[in-house]
């Protein structure tokens, strides 16, 4: 298997045992078009744009919390709750896209696949406990400490992710 390539895309020899695999002939390319569109790519997509917008939207709304606290001190507060309409459905769809994604590998996890994906999971939990403490808190020290806690692990979850796919 290459590295980073589903299974569906693999490239497969064309002959028996022992012959290697040259890429498609040119009357194959002719006719080839484009890679199909399967579950395994909604699957992933929807969870590649979900894990965008957690992931992502923490790093942009970190990013304009200094200016947006300039702006007025209600300012941030009024964003993160507007981030969280769309973030926590982000997070559920990373959840039923997750266990979906458990199910269609399941035959894969064994060994360090099965280490690195409960590590994983540990840590998708810690960054929903901890958004929901952060979203809950109300002193500058709660929200400092839940919104780094979020944001760490959210980024490591997003880490073992593409170790996991690779």
């Avoid at 298997?1 to 497969?12: I, N």
């Amino acid at each position: 298997m290459l590295p980073g390539l589903p299974a569906h895309c693999e490239p497969r020899p064309a002959g028996g045992k022992g012959q290697s695999y040259d890429g498609p002939s040119r009357d194959e390319e002719k006719r080839a078009g484009m890679l199909s569109v399967n579950w395994d790519t909604i699957r992933l997509f929807l969870h590649v744009l979900a894990a965008t917008v957690w992931v992502g939207g923490q790093i942009t709304l970190a990013a304009l919390v200094p200016v947006l606290r300039r702006a007025g001190t209600d300012i941030p507060r009024a964003a993160a709750r507007r981030f969280n309409q769309v973030a926590w459905p982000a997070f559920g769809i990373l959840v039923i896209t997750g266990i979906w994604n458990i199910i269609a590998v399941q035959s894969q996890i064994t060994g360090s696949y099965e280490t690195t994906l409960v590590v994983k999971l540990i840590v998708v939990v810690i960054s929903g406990v901890t958004a929901a403490l952060h979203a809950r808190a109300r002193s500058p020290a709660g929200l400092a400490i839940f919104g780094a806690l979020t944001g760490v692990s959210a980024l490591a979850a997003l880490f073992l992710g593409i170790v996991l796919a690779g």
